[in-house]
């Protein structure tokens, strides 16, 4: 599975800043054609992201497209006049329930068997962002094989809540937390909610790493600044990455050995140990660090 350590929300109807984008060497570009569009520009921002999907060079970045909510009257235009472009992926907003899912999915199948498509090439990306969505999460995260990762909104979680956005986060952490739980079940990737200051760079690193702690893949992101802290932060040292390297291949050699846990540098090594080394090392290759 590809990196996706920052998403990189764009507004759809600004095709100036879809181009600059395209410079910053994100990992993800997301259009957007959701919150980021006031509804007197929907029908721009879908012209908009078209045209950039068909005419132009995106580089190393994943193209994605955020459309409106499923039941807002808005999505199928959506996925009408973009899909054709071929999108790496769609965004799908405050997802709240399997069949929402299902109903995305096959719209991109017609798409993909219209415009001779290689089936499955187009992937989803779900937004849980309501309480009803955290809690439906079980049956969410097995519903598509094409759903690669689940994107946490903590400020429409905590409205929906009616609580307040606070800088400790405890009024968001327990679905934070559930969210992980079950894309680590379902081995998808996790990307962690917006840090909406985005003047405050130490703020923003801390609230990064924190994610990153929590087991996060990534993180969302709204403004160009952004990109290189949160890319940063969620790529593996190179202090890491040798640490990996030296416990997976010492496990490999006591493993020859005939054994499963082993002493290294005064700790003891077992499979949990192991196996967190081993996801350093894939969130390194991703990153092209290795």
Known sequence: ?????????????????????????????????????????????????????????????????????????LEV????????????????????NADQLRWVSAQIVKAEKSNDTTPGSMIIIAGVETARGILNLAEIIDTDARLQALIFGAEDFASDLGATRTAEGWEVFYARSALITHTAAANLQAIDQVYVDFNDTEGLIRDARQGV??????????????????????????EAIARAKAIVEASESNLEAGKGAFAMDGRMIDAPIIKSAQRVLEKARAAGKI
């Open 213 to 238: 702690t929590m087991g996060f893949s990534g993180k969302q992101i709204i403004h160009p600044k952004q990109v290189i802290p949160v890319q940063e932060v969620f790529t593996p040292s190179d």
């Open 1 to 73: 599975m590809r990196a996706r350590r920052a998403i990189l929300y764009v507004p759809g109807d600004d095709l100036y800043k879809i181009q600059k984008a395209i410079s910053l060497g994100v990992d993800c570009i997301c259009m957007d054609l959701e919150d980021g569009v006031a509804a007197n520009r929907k029908e721009q921002a879908r012209i908009n992201v078209s045209q950039a999907l068909q005419t132009l060079k995106f580089g190393d970045s994943e193209r994605l497209v955020r459309i409106n909510p499923v039941g807002s009257g």
């Open 77 to 96: 235009l959506d996925l009408e006049q973009v899909l054709p472009g071929r999108p790496d992926g769609v965004v799908v907003p405050k997802l709240e």
